[in-house]
């Protein structure tokens, strides 16, 4: 007996031992999570080799170090020279196969271009800019072209842009049919072409709005070099130039009624004074209100009689037809109004000192009650205000007050205070709160522009948010100062257009007539301005760069 307490312990210790062992391994995992895959896939083995001379085989075994997939092969890869009979792309775990379905040149350098054809299985990283390269004689081209890639507007580098070629000889197939050769830009804008044989070439940059290869889309941004690129050795330092190219032909991209009644027009560009006169039904015309966004790219027509079952309209631009289109709409058709208002305020409700209040309607207004229309100051209604239509926008009601920079304020349009040309009224809006914001933050600044010595030229001159919005236009022809009063503290940029036509304004290429955009420059320095301080910033223009 005196040796049973001894060995129920050691009995129960066993026990205990073994469950902790249980579950201590049962505890044990792999790692979980841990940083996403954003390696795309290697090349570990080509049968036969990369870059392989007196090439005869009919087929070639691309091996990967991870599984892959094949995603729009026969958009995505080229081959150059192209082939009557397309080869067949297929893949298959970690091998993509290349059967070739036609006779192959003698002494002749291929260029397979797999463009983003080729990701993994797991994470779709997409091995970009990879070929393979091959000749059926014992030469391989091996010429090059690289460079650089830019936008226009913004003068910053662009990736993942398509650069590609034609020989001199096919460029008639630019706009018709996707280049056999071509790469992507890097991160940096950079590009690359290699393995390129002695010619003569047309370089393009295209950023595109449908992945076809092909510059078809008034959306997207194209670029160009003047002259052909004579191929004889490696070339470098490339500069293209994006810019999105005015339409060739106007033409309405989208016309409906919307959910309110009002006929939207989008056209492919923005139009230089434009107009709109309604044709069909008669007296309609002269009462429909128009207005345009900032681009004069989009119109919305209200027509105040909308009992017609289709209408006919004309559109111009400098006092020209140029198009006219024809919308068919219900007659009894019903629409649904309600008539709502924004404010000219900042994102932290604060009305710029000096400056009026504007109400924006959604739709035109056809006339306001100010009785139905109350302004507390300080939580107390005063009457010393008036309002007026603004006479440039239909939707516009300017509320003029002698405003104070430590009151509080709060607008409430109750019901029926605002009518619109349909006559619908609106329901009582939700009170709107704001102040004035103080002076002190506030700045002006000077810029000191001086002008290459060439006389004769124009430039225009832009004040530019940090985000690159543009603030304010200026054309000028000589040096000298442009000075913004009253502009928000905080960071800006100067860009400056070369203004060749002298219209005031940035005008866009044209691939078809050679013609270059204008050229911009964007000042680096980023200028930052404190509250209630006058700056001033000298900015010296450089002579025009020549384009190549």
């Known amino acids: 007996m005196l040796n049973a307490k001894p060995a129920i312990f050691y009995k129960n210790y066993f026990l205990i031992f073994i469950v902790l062992f249980i579950f201590g391994c049962a505890a044990q995992q792999p790692p979980q999570g841990g940083p996403r895959d954003q390696t795309p896939p290697k090349l570990v083995k080509a049968i036969p080799g990369n870059k392989t001379r007196n090439f005869n085989a009919k087929q070639i075994d691309l091996e990967f170090d991870e599984f892959i997939k094949l995603t729009n092969a026969y958009q995505e890869i080229s081959m150059s020279p192209a082939m009557e009979k397309q080869p067949e792309y297929s893949s298959n775990k970690r091998k993509l196969k290349v059967e070739f379905k036609d006779t192959l040149q003698k002494n002749t350098t291929y260029v397979i271009s797999f463009g983003k054809s080729i990701q993994d299985v797991n994470e779709s990283n997409i091995l970009k800019n990879f070929t393979y390269v091959f000749s059926t004689g014992n030469h391989i081209d091996s010429l090059s072209m690289t460079g650089t890639v830019t936008n226009t507007l913004t003068q910053e580098k662009e990736k993942d842009v398509l650069v590609f070629l034609f020989p001199v000889k096919q460029d008639t197939l630019f706009g018709k ?28 940059a295209l950023k595109e709005a449908s992945p076809n290869k092909i510059f078809d889309n008034d959306n997207e941004l194209i670029a160009f070099l003047k002259k052909p690129v004579h191929l004889r050795s490696d070339t470098s330092n490339i500069q293209l130039n994006l810019f999105r190219q005015d339409p060739d032909k106007f033409r309405v991209t989208e016309k409906r009624f919307d959910q309110d009644g009002k006929l939207q027009l989008i056209f492919n560009r923005g139009l230089i004074q434009p107009g709109i006169k309604v044709i069909y039904p008669a007296n309609v015309d002269d009462r429909k209100q128009v207005t345009y966004t900032p681009t004069n790219d989009t119109a919305s027509v209200y027509l105040r009689n909308m009992n017609f079952d289709s209408v006919r309209v004309a559109i111009y631009e400098k006092g020209k037809a140029i198009d006219t289109i024809y919308q068919l709409k219900r007659k009894n058709e019903s629409f649904t109004r309600v008539l709502t208002a924004s404010y000219n305020l900042g994102n932290d409700s604060k009305l710029k000192p000096g400056t009026d209040l504007k109400i924006t309607a959604n739709i035109p207004i056809e006339s306001f009650d100010q009785s139905l229309i109350t302004l507390n100051e300080d939580s107390v209604a005063t009457n010393d ?64 522009i001086t002008l290459p010595a060439d006389t004769g030229k124009a430039y225009v001159v832009e004040l530019l948010s940090e985000d ?28 400056v257009i070369y203004d060749d036509n002298k219209n005031g304004k940035w005008d866009s290429g044209n691939v078809k007539q050679r013609r270059q955009p204008e050229q911009i420059w964007l000042n680096e320095k980023l200028i930052t301005l404190r509250p209630n301080w006058e700056a001033e910033e000298p900015i010296t223009v450089p002579k025009e760069p020549i384009v190549p």
């Open 177 to 204: 049919k996707k280049p056999a050769i071509f790469a992507l830009t890097d991160s940096s804008g950079n590009f690359a072409l290699n393995n390129l044989r002695e010619d003569d070439y047309r370089i393009y």
């Open 468 to 495: 690159k919005k543009k603030i304010q236009s200026n054309p000028i022809t000589k040096s000298g100062s442009i000075v913004y009063k009253g502009i928000l503290a905080a960071k800006y940029y100067i860009r």
């Open 385 to 448: 205000f008036t309002i007026q239509k603004d006479t440039g926008n239909y939707k516009v009601l300017n509320l003029k007050y002698r405003w104070r920079e430590q009151s509080r304020y709060e607008l409430i349009l109750n019901e029926g205070a605002l009518t619109d040309v349909y006559g619908d009224k609106n329901k009582r809006l939700p009170s709107k709160k704001f102040q004035i914001n103080k002076i002190e933050n506030y700045s002006q600044l000077t810029a000191k």
